[in-house]
Every structure is written in C-alpha cells, then in structure tokens.
C-alpha cells in the first residue's frame, strides 16, 4: 500500500484506517521511527491483546489467544456445574 500523508501545524498525521487494522493499532499504541538515509520508516512496538478499562469492566482488544478462549471456557464450564450439577 502506498499513500500520501498530510502533516498538519502541531506535526501530526492519521495513518489511513486499513494501516491501523491491519496492525492493531488504537489510540496510545506506540511506533518506533526509524529514519534512514532518505527515508523514514514506522514499526510498531506492540501489537498483542490488550485489556482496557472501560465503564468499570475490562474490555479485551485485539484477536484472542487460544488461552482467552480456554480460560473463558472453563469459567463457564464451572459456573454451568455449579447453576445445574453439570457441563452441556
């Protein structure tokens, strides 16, 4: 993907939304600069699963790891045994 960015007064840019999606990138996500000879590059910092605070409950960001679905599985797994005597 190739496209032009506009820098505005403050130094600021918006990277197209495809790019953000396509990297996980949101709001307070970190990019390392890279300047070359003629160029300047952006690498992300962190693109893994995150958990944010929102409205008092933490909310998951980002595509689940197996683990996420494990653990969520077996909560309920445990709360269907502890409701009914027993798993579905």
């Not at 990297?23 to 996500?29: C, D, E, I, M, P």
């Not at 689940?64 to 909560?75: F, H, I, K, N, T």
């Amino acid at each position: 993907m190739k496209t032009k960015l506009a820098i505005d007064g403050a130094g600021r840019m918006v990277l197209p939304k495809a790019v953000r999606s396509q990297f996980k990138l949101r709001s307070g996500s970190e990019l390392e600069l890279e300047i070359g000879h003629d160029s300047i590059t952006l690498y992300p910092v962190d693109v893994g699963e995150h958990l944010k605070m929102e409205k008092g409950l933490y909310v998951h960001e980002g595509e689940p790891a197996d683990l996420l679905l494990d653990a969520v599985s077996m909560d309920r797994e445990e709360r269907s045994r502890a409701v009914w005597g027993h798993t579905s």
